[in-house]
């Protein structure tokens, strides 16, 4: 059966990383027998330029009755100016709330091959596989009541609302226990219970959901502590399943551990399995168009994209294994290079992956 992908490359270095991550799709197409039909959409600064607004609903259309959307990365000073309400991130923030796109899965893999780029002494990241399942529609980034208010004495007071229903923290749970089960089987529930009710609800459901995966290893672990161990020993984590904001900050800091923002993933997910796939890295204005970013971030979203909403998993792993050989083979786009390495350009890196591929 066809599956129908939509590309949204977006703005600054988004054209260019989504030619790299079709040219490899397209080589797993023949190696795997697998059938695409590639549809190209505007989001972002590109579509406020094409149609007036970051996300056209023709375009949301498309992206709903398709089985995946790969995206690259949206925004630009050319944009930065522009009303808030039509700013090229309002089309992401859109796209994932009109999708439901509650799970977001950002991995933090650090290949070995590029121990030395990170900040931390390799031993303590070498071998670092984790993976951190966020809840991206709700928590405090979405919870009313909000705003500025002026209050009796004159001073103004800024308040949010930290708000979790218990279907919210049962859906997301269960996607991270889902996935524990295919990896090492151990979540991490991080929360703040020793001071925010909103997560004494949080703990109280994720350990009752944790009756039905007996075979899942379950831990708590307050916030600042979990932001503590993930630069003290990262290693000890599998799945670490969080809130929006704790999980904002946390996979941020999961992706420094690697080194480069130009390789890591990620993943969007809605209930029926559908997602969005995007790196994790914005869109790089200040290399736009040089033809020196890295395409690896994307082209390991396309992979995830196989795992998780295409059904194709073999297919996914080809293209993780023809990442990790073009590694091997010592190429290196600017971000990751150090010295003994050979110096790729996108495409180049973009050619060797699919090199690896047709080798497979
Ligand atoms: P950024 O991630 O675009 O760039 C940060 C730094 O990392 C830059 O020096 C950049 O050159 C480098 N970098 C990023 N991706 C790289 C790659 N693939 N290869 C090599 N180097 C890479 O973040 P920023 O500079 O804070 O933001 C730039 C624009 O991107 C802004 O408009 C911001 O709003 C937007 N943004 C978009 C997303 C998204 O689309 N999901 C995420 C973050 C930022």
């Known amino acids: 059966m066809t599956k129908k992908i939509?590309?949204?490359?977006?703005?600054?270095?988004?054209?260019?990383?989504?030619?790299?991550?079709?040219?490899?799709?397209?080589?797993?197409?023949?190696?795997?027998?697998?059938?695409?039909?590639?549809?190209?959409?505007?989001?972002?600064?590109?579509?406020?330029?094409?149609?007036?607004?970051?996300?056209?609903?023709?375009?949301?259309?498309?992206?709903?009755?398709?089985?995946?959307?790969?995206?690259?990365?949206?925004?630009?000073?050319?944009?930065?100016?522009?009303?808030?309400?039509?700013?090229?991130?309002?089309?992401?923030?859109?796209?994932?709330?009109?999708?439901?796109?509650?799970?977001?899965?950002?991995?933090?893999?650090?290949?070995?091959?590029?121990?030395?780029?990170?900040?931390?002494?390799?031993?303590?990241?070498?071998?670092?596989?984790?993976?951190?399942?966020?809840?991206?529609?709700?928590?405090?980034?979405?919870?009313?009541?909000r705003g500025i208010r002026l209050l009796d004495n004159g001073e103004r007071q800024g308040y949010n609302t930290y708000v979790y229903s218990e279907s919210e923290i049962e859906r997301i749970g269960r996607t991270a226990f889902e996935m524990a089960r295919k990896r090492s089987g151990k979540v991490c529930s991080v929360d703040k219970a020793n001071v925010l009710e909103a997560t004494v609800l949080w703990r109280e459901i994720i350990q009752s959901l944790a009756k039905e995966y007996p075979d899942v290893e379950l831990s708590h672990m307050y916030v600042d502590n979990a932001a503590m161990q993930l630069v003290r020993a990262p290693k000890q984590f599998d799945v670490i399943v969080t809130g929006n904001m704790f999980g904002d900050i946390l996979s941020d800091t999961a992706a420094m551990l690697t080194g480069s923002i130009g390789m890591l993933p990620s993943a969007s997910l809605n209930a029926e399995g559908k997602g969005l796939y995007e790196p994790v890295h914005g869109s790089a204005p200040d290399i736009a168009g040089q033809n020196i970013a890295n395409p690896l971030a994307t082209i390991l979203s396309a992979a995830m994209m196989l795992k998780y909403s295409l059904d194709e998993p073999e297919a996914a792993a080809t293209i993780e294994n023809a990442v990790g050989a073009v590694l091997d083979q010592g190429l290196r786009s600017a971000d990751i290079y150090s010295e003994g390495a050979t110096k790729a350009t996108t495409s180049e890196m973009g050619d060797a992956v699919v090199a690896a591929v047709n080798n497979a």
């Open 6 to 145: 939509v590309l949204l490359a977006g703005d600054g270095i988004g054209p260019e990383i989504m030619t790299e991550a079709v040219k490899v799709l397209k080589a797993v197409s023949e190696k795997h027998k697998i059938s695409f039909k590639f549809q190209e959409d505007f989001i972002g600064g590109c579509a406020i330029d094409e149609y007036g607004v970051p996300l056209a609903n023709s375009t949301l259309e498309k992206c709903k009755a398709a089985d995946a959307v790969l995206m690259g990365a949206v925004g630009g000073p050319k944009w930065d100016n522009l009303d808030s309400a039509i700013r090229p991130e309002k089309g992401l923030l859109k796209i994932r709330y009109e999708m439901g796109l509650y799970a977001n899965l950002r991995p933090a893999i650090l290949y070995p091959q590029l121990a030395e780029a990170s900040t931390l002494k390799s031993e303590i990241v070498a071998g670092l596989d984790i993976l951190i399942v966020r809840e991206l529609t709700g928590g405090i980034y979405f919870g009313e009541p």
